[in-house]
């Protein structure tokens, strides 16, 4: 009787051993879109972008936010978009598509103070209502539960 206690013991003991070690253990990894095989037919939003002004007015009021180094948007030839805003608390990865009057994109991953998100999500269009070589001033009306709400970003090209 004993030795049937001391197998099962030493069984127990062992299957408690080698259960623990899982030594191939994978780290999860968040895909993200990649649109890299597809130029974009339209190039002039390429390029990165600092953000100078963010003005943002409603029926209650307006926020504005002044651009600091670092905060831009990167528009790439493949149809990327990178956004990085407050000093990289805001991140935000899309794809965008342009018209000769708009752009507008699709969220793929989106990162605000740490918290992730990769649901997509379509950003409403904005109208592009000034481009040049140097300068781009995008703007957005939209209605919201508070009533309407109208956005304008001013950027400037940078290298």
Known sequence: MKIIYKVSFI???????????????????????????????????VGNWAVVKDSVFYNSGS????????????FTKYGNLY???QNKTFIDTAIYTVTTTQVGWVNT???SNGLISVVHTTTPSYNI????TANLVL???TQAAGGQRFEQITFKKTK
């Open 63 to 74: 926020a504005v936010y002044l651009g600091v180094a670092g905060d831009h948007y990167k």
């Open 129 to 132: 209502a000034s481009l040049d």
């Open 139 to 141: 703007s957005q009306t």
């Open 109 to 111: 991953y989106l990162e």
């Open 11 to 45: 069984a127990l003991i062992s299957a408690a051993l080698f259960s623990c070690g899982k030594s191939d253990v994978q780290p999860t990894v968040i895909p993200r879109a990649d649109t890299s095989s597809t130029l974009i037919g339209d190039a002039r939003l």
């Open 83 to 85: 956004i990085s805003l």
